[in-house]
């Protein structure tokens, strides 16, 4: 009995093997593909002249939604980071679902906010709406104030009262760059099968922002925090980027992402049946066109930057990834009918398993890995062999795909011009794989536990401020 036992873990020790060669194979041909693709996107780049683009009128209206419920620290800079953008035709509406802090009134303090009628323009299902408010200061600022149901009930409701063509999604802690509206919406004049684009996500922690602004880029002393600047590099430069090369993007970010509405009326707004409702809304519009044998396209883009505040405790960074892993896995059991469906091409070959097997099932088989890993060692049934190659896949193979993320956004758009800053890159690409991924692989696991009893909500996100940090 005990011979079969150890002949059992020694066969799962050479599956965790298997499985951190595929995954890591995976993040090494994606950040392969994301150079080739950054490299010409940067070419591409110094021919673009944007101050032309917006005197010729080529850009189409843009309503920018901005959900938001209990958001008193950041809803202010965020909204007048809106109003600044460089952009020639947009209105700001932001749905306020049903805050229970000073949301509302800190929007109607800050830009004179009065009640208006406004008619809405689509019949998507949400909760009530209770009022609609328009600034006194900025004709293109809108305020919803609604029953809560949700962010993505928020959205719909914002859906249903755009009135241009295009709509940008976003959270209301996003700080937008004053060129993003310009630079997301290329995509769509360039190739009119576009029908979603998202934009590059970074972290605003340690950043000095002012009237809207990320005056100057920095990186936040607070430990955590550092973590997730390097995840974020790592997770839109060399993963989000190599998919799009692929032609195989399977998530635009709910923070930053422009879309077709009326596309995204026909096939039923976001859904509020998931906490995942971004990823679910784009592997929806995915299926969608290819069973109407639509042409469409939905790509990434590198350069449009949206800041985001990022938690700084363990306890709201893990409600976080819980509810992204369950968001992951609601969204996948939903199109199941997608994994290995040629009808799907490289989305149901490809893109659907990787994120089925690797992103879904993965955090279980690397927990219970590192746990087998353990006791192996401590019985003296681990052979040399094993911990070097053990400690090769799931250690300095993670740190050399982060560095190599470090090194695509130096040699890109050099977001952090200090010294010191790069510096202490490289070495949270180290540290980042000695605690902290394995951190996040429990949540992750947590997530799907959480998915599989059905235990859902999305937990209370605290916000510190732009501008503040817990050291």
């Known amino acids: 009995m005990i011979d079969l036992f150890w002949g059992l873990v020694l066969s799962f020790n050479g599956l965790v093997i298997l499985y951190f060669l595929v995954l ?41 939604i901005s959900p938001a419920f ?26 306020n679902d049903g805050s229970t802090d000073g949301t509302l009134e800190v929007l109607t303090k800050a830009f004179n906010l009065e009640p208006v009628d406004r008619v809405p323009m689509g019949e998507i299902p949400t909760a009530n709406v209770h009022r609609t ?11 919803l104030d609604k ?61 000095t922002i002012n009237k809207g602004q990320v005056e100057r880029v ?22 989000r980027m190599g998919w799009d090369a692929l032609r195989s993007t399977l998530i ?14 026909e096939v039923g707004g976001f859904s509020t049946e998931t906490v995942g409702e971004d990823m679910e809304l784009i592997v929806r519009l995915h299926r969608h066109c290819r069973e109407k044998r639509t042409p469409y396209r939905i790509g990434f883009i590198p350069d449009p930057v949206a800041w985001t505040e990022c938690p700084v405790t363990l306890d709201v960074l893990g409600r976080q990834r819980d509810r992204w892993q369950r968001g992951l896995l609601e969204s996948l059991a939903k199109h199941r009918v997608m994994l290995f469906n040629p009808k799907y091409g490289r989305l149901g070959l490809v893109a659907y398993p990787y994120f089925f097997f ?5 955090p279980l088989i690397e927990v219970l890995g590192y746990a087998s890993f353990i006791l192996t060692v401590l019985a003296g049934r681990a052979s040399l062999a094993y911990v070097l190659a053990f400690l090769i896949v799931a250690f300095a193979f993670g740190m050399v795909l982060s560095i190599a993320a470090v090194c695509l956004e ?25 605690g902290y991924r394995q951190l996040n692989t429990f949540w992750r696991v947590r997530g799907t536990i959480s998915a599989m009893i059905g235990r859902g909500g999305w937990g209370v996100m605290t916000r510190s401020g732009f501008g503040s940090e817990t050291a």
């Open 24 to 64: 890591n194979g995976f993040y090494l041909s994606t950040s392969l593909f994301a150079y080739g693709a950054l490299r010409r996107y940067a070419l591409r780049l110094k021919t673009v002249d944007l101050e032309r683009f917006l005197r010729t009128g080529g850009a189409p209206p843009i309503t920018l």
């Open 252 to 265: 635009v970010s709910g923070a930053f992402g422009v879309f077709d509405r009326s596309l995204v009326v």
């Open 70 to 95: 209990n958001e008193e620290s950041t809803i202010v800079e965020s909204v007048r980071s809106l109003l600044s953008l460089n952009y020639p035709e947009f209105e700001v509406l932001v749905s």
């Open 358 to 362: 690797l992103e879904m099932i993965g």
């Open 410 to 434: 130096e040699i890109t758009f050099r977001r952090y011009p200090e010294r010191k800053d790069l510096l202490t890159l490289f070495w949270i690409a180290v540290l980042e794989n000695l």
């Open 218 to 239: 920095g990186l936040p002393r607070n430990l955590l925090a550092r973590f997730q600047v390097m995840e974020y590099l790592r997770a839109f430069l060399a993963v």
């Open 133 to 143: 408010f328009r600034s006194r200061r900025y004709p293109n600022l809108w305020v």
């Open 147 to 207: 029953k809560n149901g949700g962010k993505a009930d928020a959205l719909n409701a914002g859906i249903n009262y755009c009135r241009s063509a295009l709509f940008c999604a976003m959270d209301a802690d996003t700080i937008l760059e004053r060129d993003s509206l310009l630079r997301i919406v290329r995509p769509f004049l360039e190739d009119s099968r576009t029908v979603a684009a998202g934009g590059i996500i970074r972290i605003a922690n340690g950043c």
